[in-house]
T-cell receptor, first 110, second 112 residues
Framework: SQTIHQWPATLVQPVGSPLSLECTVE??????LYWYRQAAGRGLQLLFY??????ISSEVPQNLSASRPQDRQFILSSKKLLLSDSGFYLC?????????FGPGTRLTVT | GENVEQHPSTLSVQEGDSAVIKCTYS??????FPWYKQELGKRPQLIID?????GEKKDQRIAVTLNKTAKHFSLHITETQPEDSAVYFC???????????FGAGTILRVKS
């Protein structure tokens, strides 16, 4: 069966510091991969998605970037965090239509 | 692009009553409509979905109905229980199924 991992689970970072969040999927090949952000008490904002290695679609222009160096690895990065980057970051995978979310990383920017 | 609207934003029901959450979408090319349940502090979980060739789908106490002509779909929860309390999100696919557009969410509170 398929499993999706995210780390770290929680992170506290100062404003202006860099960020790297990692997501890996097991048990499937060539999945679509997604990064979402959820601000406290809010909905799901799609940040990036990828349909294959090296293929990244950006949904929201901001100080974040994403990369997919391997088929089942998706990385979210920032060079300088803003206070507004705080939130719950969720990675998801899909084959065909159904999307399944990872456990998430709770990021607090101080 | 696709736009999904979800109502109500909050819903309180008494334990044992039914709950209905409604969503409308704008893109007539959408074919896939999932529902997610998110408990506090946890990831959204896919609870039921429906495709455009089906009008209704049931799974125990939950059901989803789809009206493609009117471009709306609904989640029905019968015999609600306290553990049904959560945030529920609807979604519709776009870009040939590669993306989902989510509604803003409904906070469901089941009072015992």
């Amino acid at each position: 069966s398929q499993t999706i991992h995210q780390w770290p689970a929680t992170l506290v970072q100062p404003v202006g510091s860099p960020l790297s969040l990692e997501c890996t999927v097991e048990g499937t090949s060539n999945p679509n991969l997604y990064w979402y952000r959820q601000a406290a008490g809010r909905g799901l904002q799609l940040l990036f998605y990828s349909v294959g290695i090296g293929q990244i679609s950006s949904e929201v222009p901001q100080n974040l970037s994403a990369s997919r160096p391997q088929d089942r690895q998706f990385i979210l990065s920032s060079k300088k965090l803003l206070l507004s980057d705080s939130g719950f970051y969720l990675c998801a995978w899909a084959l065909a239509y159904e999307q399944y979310f990872g456990p998430g990383t709770r990021l607090t920017v101080t | 692009g696709e736009n999904v609207e979800q109502h109500p934003s909050t819903l309180s029901v008494q334990e044992g009553d039914s709950a209905v959450i409604k969503c409308t979408y704008s893109d007539s090319a959408s074919n896939y409509f999932p529902w997610y349940k998110q408990e506090l502090g946890k990831r959204p979980q896919l609870i039921i979905d429906i495709r455009s060739n089906v009008g209704e789908k049931k799974d125990q106490r939950i059901a989803v109905t789809l009206n493609k002509t009117a471009k709306h779909f609904s989640l029905h929860i019968t015999e609600t229980q306290p553990e049904d309390s959560a945030v529920y999100f609807c979604a519709a696919d776009t870009e040939y199924g590669n993306k989902l557009v989510f509604g803003a969410g409904t906070i469901l509170r089941v009072k015992s």
